[in-house]
């Protein structure tokens, strides 16, 4: 055992009074906490008296379960526990709204395909976005073809 204060082996896995797999990664500088790496890769301090379970798979609770399945099976695994976010609506209207080459009804029809447009009058949403960059100081034109044109403010 590396560290004769506390019992637990560094780098090795242990359950938590919760069940959630944490790995065990020696004591602080001041030898006052210990330091334990959790599911998501930070590394926490904790008492030295926080009890920790040798590593059990049937006693792992059900969160700690599925974090670790999209981690890919493992506590060490310095991937992101969790898929990369989508674009948002907003961010594939504001694609075509800001090049000035659209009317409004265009880019709803360009937008209306995308999955995150699903159940949502994309149009209403077009004219939501416009108005939000009017609130912001931005100047909204249309040209005689109705193309709309957004020139943002200046900071």
Do not use: W
Request: net charge positive; aromatic share 6%.
């Amino acid at each position: 055992m590396d560290n004769q204060t506390t019992g637990y082996t560094v780098g090795e896995k242990y359950l938590n009074a919760k069940g959630t797999a944490v790995v065990y990664q020696g004591l602080t500088e001041t030898g006052e906490k210990m330091k334990v790496e959790c599911l998501n890769g930070k590394i926490v301090e904790v008492p030295l008296g926080y009890e920790l379970q040798p590593y059990d798979e049937s006693k792992v609770n059900g969160m700690s379960k599925s974090l670790m399945d999209n981690n890919g099976g493992t506590v060490r695994n310095k991937a992101k526990a969790f898929k990369e976010p989508r674009p948002t609506l907003a961010v594939k209207i504001d694609k075509y709204l800001l090049t000035g080459q659209y009317t409004v009804k265009q880019i709803a029809e360009l937008v209306k395909d995308e999955p995150e447009a699903a159940d949502k009058n994309v149009l209403s949403n077009v004219h939501a976005r416009i108005i939000g960059y009017k609130r912001k100081g931005a100047t909204v034109e249309k040209n005689e073809a109705g193309q709309v044109q957004i020139t943002l403010k200046k900071q």
